[in-house]
T-cell receptor
Framework: GESVGLHLPTLSVQEGDNSIINCAYSNSASDYFIWYKQESGKGPQFIIDIRSNMDKRQGQRVTVLLNKTVKHLSLQIAATQPGDSAVYFCAENRGEGGADGLTFGKGTHLIIQP | DAGVIQSPRHEVTEMGQEVTLRCKPISGHDYLFWYRQTMMRGLELLIYFNNNVPIDDSGMPEDRFSAKMPNASFSTLKIQPSEPRDSAVYFC???????????FGSGTRLTVV
């Protein structure tokens, strides 16, 4: 069936370096994508979103890139900090006619090394 | 804004008992979602409501699970009877519409022994 998946379950980077977390999706009808951050014992926290009519969107220290040709989504975090350590999920919302609930990937655990 | 409020934070119950999880969405949000998170299956959508009406409950595992939203500020997820395999973290989320990021609550960690 169609699903959202992640390439790397764990990513370890040095504090201050940039990190890139990748996500593959298979539903070409998806028109809205979100990245969430989840810290231990907490609920997912919204980071940034992007619609299918865009290929790049920037926030504070974060950038989301969308490549619809290969159905790929990435989250770039600049100048990583210890507080960035968490599990990151990509999520998709299918287009008209599909379910309105978000479908989540399995998550990538980002570890920031001091 | 207090965000999405869930209660209880933790629940330990014996197999066969009824469990009720509660959620208060953000005021003005028309959509409410119930998710379940496990290590094996990740985050799964169970059911969602729009303007207090259940829209899609295809993710509800079986008839033991039921959800209600009697008004715009309150929803419950009930499991009766509970089983050990229901052990998970249950999240409630709300959104003002389908095209905006959902705000999640802190979750209820359910353990069925």
């Amino acid at each position: 069936g169609e699903s959202v998946g992640l390439h790397l379950p764990t990513l370890s980077v040095q504090e201050g370096d940039n990190s890139i977390i990748n996500c593959a999706y298979s539903n070409s009808a998806s028109d809205y994508f979100i990245w969430y951050k989840q810290e231990s014992g907490k609920g997912p926290q919204f980071i940034i979103d992007i619609r299918s009519n865009m290929d790049k969107r920037q926030g504070q220290r974060v950038t989301v890139l969308l490549n619809k040709t290969v159905k790929h989504l990435s989250l770039q975090i600049a100048a990583t900090q210890p507080g960035d350590s968490a599990v990151y999920f990509c999520a998709e919302n299918r287009g008209e006619g599909g379910a309105d609930g978000l479908t989540f990937g399995k998550g990538t655990h980002l570890i920031i090394q001091p | 804004d207090a965000g999405v409020i869930q209660s209880p934070r933790h629940e330990v119950t014996e197999m066969g008992q009824e469990v009720t999880l509660r959620c208060k969405p953000i005021s003005g949000h028309d959509y409410l979602f119930w998710y379940r998170q496990t290590m094996m299956r990740g985050l799964e959508l169970l059911i969602y409501f729009n303007n207090n009406v259940p829209i899609d409950d295809s993710g509800m595992p079986e008839d033991r699970f039921s959800a209600k939203m009697p008004n715009a500020s309150f929803s419950t997820l009930k499991i009766q009877p509970s089983e050990p395999r229901d052990s998970a973290v249950y999240f409630c989320a709300s959104s003002r519409d389908r095209d905006h990021g959902y705000t999640f609550g802190s979750g209820t960690r359910l353990t069925v022994v």
